[in-house]
């Protein structure tokens, strides 16, 4: 059974949950908070937050008192809370639920014209000035604006951003570590190993002519020279969020040391940083760049986490009953919810930094998108690792499915697959 990163303190949910009692038949506070006390979610949750959430269905926090749209309970003498306004009740039957998809947003030039539509959970990890391949074009990122991205046309070979790779399901935890012990065992004896890892036998010999199949105490970096630039190329083996997270992470870290712009690629396995410029890896090395040290703050500025904590927001503003999505067939534009949401999230981030609902956006984003805990572990993990620094000559079999992946966003006039095979054949020949 795969574990799960759990959910504490989803204060968006807390609050549906007590405006549903309160359109039933009422609910009395400290028979519900010692109901909620006892589930895994809200076991750490205070007095002090239970009163927030209190105040918070009652007269919509504290810089929202002065709007009655956000007054929704009613508390009766006896103490009883319940909601007595029947397009309140309406409003709130037609929103249950906790289920909010993800977004496409619509790519423009700034002057106007139509590109095409990107997944949100990607464009958001952007800042303004980043360089993203799309639709066979270098495109410079401006801003978010309305649901729409405004792009311009650049010039930039390189810059550090993620390569977009659609919806695709990351590797668990669990999955990562039966992953790494598998392919560590490429290193024991014949009698040792299952059946799979032999039979990828010729891969790994052609691997070792240029580098190293890691063994458990080992921590593969490997750097090469192509017409595309300076590759480095990490193999930490813990999936595809970490390893996005992570190259955020060492690019901004390595930039602090010397000026330099990288394009990031990624997969389950790995990440590469590919630059123009030559990278002194030893520095980096000497540096102890992969550290834990300031994590979270280094986090922070190396992805545009304000960005990724107010598209989060929008989902909690919807969950909580903030923003209401719309009657049937007479749904709200994403874009409007977005706005709705947007102007909120900017009201609390001026004028109450403590809103519970604001925290928890950014809670949500470093430990669920970011996938925080993850990081900080396979850091830990890499500490204690024998660093390998192999400078090869040509790629390797480790490197071929990063470089593929990062040519899948650029080619337009050659077919991927011809590319492909020349690259294999060129391999091969060695």
């Not at 311009?152 to 810059?159: E, T, V």
């Not at 040290?293 to 009953?321: C, H, P, W």
Request: some cysteine; charged content about 25%; glycine content about 4%.
């Amino acid at each position: 059974m795969e574990d799960r990163i759990p959910y504490l303190n989803s204060f968006d949910v807390l609050i549906q949950y007590l405006t549903t009692l309160a359109v039933s038949d009422g609910f009395y506070p400290d028979a519900i908070f010692s109901e909620i006390k006892q589930t895994f979610c809200f076991q750490t949750i205070s007095k002090e937050q239970w009163q927030w959430l209190l105040n918070f269905v009652v007269m919509g926090s504290q810089s929202l008192q002065a709007y009655d749209e956000y007054k929704k309970i009613e508390v009766r003498e006896d103490r009883l809370f319940k909601v007595y306004n029947k397009g309140i009740a309406m409003r709130h039957r037609f929103q249950i639920g906790t289920i909010v998809g993800d977004a496409n947003l619509t790519v423009r030039y700034q002057k106007g014209g139509y590109i095409g539509t990107i997944e949100e959970s990607f464009i958001t990890k952007l800042k303004a000035g980043d360089v993203f391949t799309f639709a066979g074009r270098n495109l410079e990122f401006i801003r978010v604006k309305q649901m729409q991205v405004h792009v311009r046309n650049s010039s930039k070979k390189s810059s550090k951003v993620p390569a977009w790779m659609g919806g695709r399901l990351t590797l668990s935890a669990q999955m990562s570590a039966l992953l790494r012990n598998e392919l560590y065992s490429a290193s024991l004896s014949d009698s040792e190993q299952s059946i799979e890892i032999k039979s990828l036998s010729p891969l790994f010999s052609k691997q070792r002519e240029e580098s190293i199949v890691p063994k458990p105490n080992e921590f593969l970096i490997e750097s090469f020279e192509t017409n595309d630039g300076y590759h480095y190329i990490f193999y930490p083996f813990e999936g595809r969020f970490v390893h996005e997270a992570l190259g955020s992470l060492l690019s901004y870290r390595i930039s602090l040391l010397s000026p330099i712009t990288f394009s990031l690629a990624f997969n389950d396995y790995g990440f590469e940083l590919l630059s123009d410029q030559k990278l002194n890896m030893q520095e980096v090395l000497d540096n102890n760049l992969f550290t834990t040290d300031y994590l979270f703050d280094d986090l922070q500025k190396s992805l545009n986490s304000t960005e990724m904590a107010r598209r989060k927001f929008r989902d909690i503003a919807v969950i909580s009953g903030m923003v209401f999505t719309g009657y049937p067939e007479k749904g709200i534009k994403m874009k409007h919810l977005q706005s709705s949401s947007q102007l909120l999230f900017d009201v609390f981030k001026d004028y109450e930094a403590d809103n519970l609902l604001y925290q928890q956006a950014y809670t949500e984003t470093f430990e669920h998108q970011l996938e925080e805990g993850r990081l900080r572990l396979a850091l830990e993990r890499i500490a204690k690792q024998r660093i390998i620094w192999k400078q090869c000559e040509h790629p390797t079999p480790f490197s071929f499915p990063l470089i593929t992946d990062r040519l899948r966003e650029k080619l337009s006039s050659e077919k991927l697959a011809d590319r492909i095979k020349r690259m294999t054949a060129k391999l091969l020949k060695k």
